[in-house]
């Protein structure tokens, strides 16, 4: 069932996944424009309906129990590029695409040296540094003419023409929670102007494992630049220099609108490089996701690899219609000693024959109603209000509310500009 249900990835925005018939006997929860009410075992799918003007309640928590997902895959559009970024060396944004590279194909065993430069060569981000959501605000002010509202009301003349904000590594979060066994997350959220923006928290447990990061896990993190720069050109007529310097301040990101069911998503996500091909299809079609991975030499190590491994590098490239992955296995030494290419339309064929391995459906139906329990607790339009949206392995996601705390994350620049470049717009009307 799954490789047939995903052979197209993306159906049309006008047609629905048509549903087999043991497929509707089984599961009548609900097709492909299903509602996502569902919260969990803890909250009733028919809720009474309230007094009139009274509001219905608010779910408590959200159960994380992949069972309760496995039915069928929700709409999703076709991911459509609105635009792009670059941040240069300095970590400076750029409205335009001057970090884009260009993808060389490597031999099929390039015995790539991914440690080479990285005691010379690399210059490394400082990542105690929060960034938050600043980079995709700041597209977003530069871009605003392509997203406001064709629809407008008084209290919100300009209001962006999405329901969430937010970088696809979060959402990517969401698609692998019902099978992270692991790590936890927090996720603020903020209404403001009636779009809900996602900003991922730092848990503490993190924040551990971060300082306490030994000196092979942190050069093992540099191996994956390293590879991209084996494999990635400046521009479409030359060649990778792998004798230069590792920046990892340098980042394209492109920046993308689709909609899971009857959310309207724009997010934002770091790309490694497009291919090269005048006749490759337009953006995001065209780019490639870079991946490096410990060479696989057993059975037991490539089942663990499509069951952990492939979950994550799926999410990641799917959500944006990113097509392809080229891996490079790697041995102990970290030399890249085999290249191999990942379509995402064929992961779940990879998968099928795993026992008990994950399931796109369920993945993108937690995604979904996460979303639906996000849109039903968050109701204060208030930029200094932030939702904390709590996740712990095989826990239900709880919440918390804070008010001018220190997880709040809109920026004062942003939400003077957006109320500011209202106010204008709507007097030159």
Same mark, same amino acid.
């Given at each position: 069932m ?17 549903q ?37 309640? %608010? ?18 559009k ?16 750029f ?15 390039p015995?790539?040296?991914l440690?080479?430069?990285?005691k ?7 990542d ?9 605000l700041r ?12 629809v ?26 019902p ?18 923006y ?8 993190a ?5 306490n ?18 494999a ?15 920046n ?11 909609r ?11 790309v ?19 991946? %490096? ?16 491994k ?25 030399v890249?000693v ?9 992961i779940?064929h990879?998968?099928?024959n795993?026992?008990?391995?994950w ?9 979904c ?17 932030v939702?904390l949206f ?11 509310i ?6 709040s ?6 939400v ?14």
């Open positions: 799954e490789q047939r249900r995903h052979r197209s990835q993306y159906p049309n925005s006008s047609q629905h996944h048509q087999s018939a043991d497929k509707r006997k089984r599961d009548d929860i609900g097709s492909a424009q299903f509602e996502c009410k569902r919260f969990g075992p803890n909250h009733h799918q028919h809720q009474v309906e309230p007094p009139p003007g009274q509001s219905p309640p %608010t779910p408590q928590a959200l159960s994380t129990r992949k069972q309760l997902y496995e039915r069928d895959f929700p709409l999703y076709q991911p459509v590029e609105v635009g792009s970024f670059s941040l240069d060396s300095e970590r400076r944004f409205n335009d695409a001057r970090q884009m590279r260009y993808f060389v194909e490597p031999d099929r065993k015995n790539f040296d440690r080479d430069g990285y010379d060569r690399f210059i490394k981000r400082d105690t540094v929060k960034e938050k959501l600043d980079h995709i597209w977003i002010l530069a871009n605003k003419s392509k997203l406001q509202s064709k407008t009301t008084a209290s919100s003349p300009c209001a962006l023409d999405v329901d969430f904000v937010t970088w696809r590594g979060h959402l990517t979060k969401l698609l692998t929670t099978y992270e066994t692991r790590e936890g997350w927090l996720l603020a959220v903020t209404r403001f102007r009636g779009t809900l996602i900003s991922e928290v730092e848990t503490e447990a924040r551990r494992e971060n300082e990061r030994t000196e092979k896990h942190e050069e093992m993190m540099y191996w994956g630049y390293k590879f991209e720069q084996y990635c050109a400046d521009d479409i007529h030359s060649f990778p220099d792998p004798r230069g310097v590792v990892t301040n340098e980042a394209f990101c492109t920046v993308v609108q689709t899971l069911a009857e959310h309207r998503l724009l997010f934002s996500g770091e490694d490089c497009r291919d090269k091909d005048p006749k490759a299809p337009a953006p995001p079609a065209s780019y490639i996701e870079l991946k %490096t991975s410990a060479e696989i030499c057993t059975p037991k190590q490539r089942s663990n690899f499509h069951r952990f492939l979950l994550k590098w799926w999410a990641q490239s799917f959500l944006p219609g990113v097509p392809r992955i080229v891996a490079g296995f790697r041995d102990h030494e970290g890249v085999a290249v191999e290419t990942f379509h995402i339309s064929k779940s990879l998968i099928k795993e026992y008990n391995c399931k796109p459906t369920v993945c993108m139906n937690f995604c109603d996460f979303l639906s329990f996000v849109k039903s607790v968050v109701r204060e339009d208030n930029p200094s209000v939702y709590s996740s712990e392995p095989q826990r239900d996601v709880t919440y918390s804070h008010r001018d705390s220190q997880y994350f809109l920026p004062h620049w942003y003077e500009e957006m109320i500011s470049g209202s106010s204008r717009d709507s007097h030159h009307r």
